[in-house]
């Protein structure tokens, strides 16, 4: 499978919106999937500061066959080695 191929299926996202004041930086972006991204623009999902992805329990009232994603709940997200390149978790509270 090609780079161009893997990354088509990623979607870097604002963790504050930009029209809402976020910035388009690093700190304040996260890498993810482009269903996880919609689900994290539509407030299903978010980030704890601690790094810990969250569902909503919206997903499961509005989303009921969707349960492939129970079991992302409260895992540790993957992050950069590079403190400069992680979001921040003063932007994710």
């Known amino acids: ?33 482009r269903d996880i991204h919609r689900l994290f623009d539509l407030g299903y999902v978010t980030v704890t500061p601690e790094y810990k992805f ?11 066959n969707r349960k492939e994603y129970y079991g992302l709940h409260e895992l540790s997200i993957l992050l950069p080695n590079n403190q400069a390149e992680k979001p921040d978790p003063k932007i994710l509270m």
């Open 1 to 33: 499978m090609t780079g161009e191929k893997v990354f088509s299926a990623l979607k870097a996202g604002h963790i504050r919106p930009y029209a809402e004041g976020g910035e388009h930086s690093i700190p304040n972006g996260l890498l993810m999937q």
């Open 54 to 64: 969250e569902l909503s329990k919206s997903v499961k009232e509005d989303f009921s």
